[in-house]
């Protein structure tokens, strides 16, 4: 790969390589996330100069994180937007550990009920407890909707 392009010590160059390691390089620590999921970058992506030219197109800042809307969906310019990284942590997907099979919804033993929480800006909130995983997911869902937040909504 030639480095014609003199950015090779820009942040913008550092995140391009980041993103390409964590999906492509079997030996970064990461990659489990990514590549060994099935994460790819698409193709136009491999030059810099052009993931470079989307960036600075789509909002791009030395402070913002590449994030991809769907957690699912590979780094794509319709799947990828510049944002901060409060934002992106909202962005995540469920916890291994999820039982219910739906984002924010999980088991109360206490209350022997399906229990709903969202947590915005650092902060968690309750949103009820319920006979039903998918009663939690729906009103999960409509949380997110009614308040216009950037979190994943659960497929149902």
Request: hydrophobic share 30%; charged share 25%; with cysteine.
């Amino acid at each position: 790969m030639s480095k014609t392009h003199n950015k090779s010590n820009t942040i913008i160059y550092s995140k391009w390589k980041d993103m390409r390691k964590r999906c492509l390089n079997k030996n970064s620590t990461r990659y489990k996330y990514y590549g060994k999921l099935g994460i790819t970058i698409c193709k136009e992506w491999s030059s810099f100069e052009v993931f470079e030219l989307w960036s600075l197109s789509n909002g791009y800042s030395d402070k913002l994180s590449i994030d991809r809307i769907n957690t699912k969906g590979n780094y794509e310019p319709s799947n990828c937007r510049w944002t901060t990284l409060l934002i992106q942590k909202q962005n995540r997907g469920k916890f291994k550990n999820n039982t219910s099979g739906f984002k924010g919804v999980n088991w109360n033993k206490k209350e022997s009920k399906w229990m709903a929480r969202i947590q915005v800006n650092n902060k968690r909130f309750l949103l009820g407890l319920f006979s039903t995983a998918e009663e939690g997911a729906i009103i999960y869902n409509k949380y997110i909707t009614d308040n216009n937040l950037n979190h994943p909504l659960n497929d149902i």
